[in-house]
């Protein structure tokens, strides 16, 4: 069976971690080796965390690390990859996603990618729109997320001392539980409906320790 890229994405508390999680635990069960790789997780760390308390070692993807040579350094080795899991995708560079398709075709390793779609201003992530290009297979989680009003939430608002904006670095990097001193947060995200990520209407706050960022703890990544 020729070697997939699938793409599996879908808006912040769908259960993205969670599931790259459990293809791993999956993978390895039928006796396979593979990577757990991040780019920029809530935590902060080399490190795939969930909203659900299950956590997993990983490789942070930097900007200059080259994944074609990160698997055939552990080749050379002696380790077997079979596979790659890759966590908060869409946050990859474009390079990064052509370099998991050339794995997949000229290597036959499965690439399972995870991640947001769209960023704070509901525009395409970088790698997340090369992966809509490349992949082999795109894939909506279905876990359903609701914006306040109970229509289905697919956009991921960015709210400032409790305006939502537009503008700013497109990635923050932090826990996303409420921080102890720190209330209310600075800096938080909302998964909104169209209809109200259109009209910046955040109805009413969110429930503590929801979708939060701090910049005090967190950093910035432009």
Known sequence: MPSRLKFFYGPMDCGKSTLALQFNHNHARQGRTGLVLTRYDRSGGPVVTTRV?????????????????????????????????VDEAGFLNPEHVDQLAELVDDNHVDVYCFGLLTDFRGELLPGAKRLVELADELAAIQVEVLCWCGQEGRFNARVIGGRMVHDGATVVVADTDAIEGHTPPHVRYQVLCRTHYRHSDLGRPPLPGQLTFDEADGRIVT
């Open 53 to 85: 308390g299950l956590r997993h070692d990983a490789i942070e993807v930097t900007d200059e690390l080259d994944l074609r040579q990160l698997v055939h350094q552990r080749w050379a080795g002696g380790q077997d990859v079979d596979y790659l899991i």
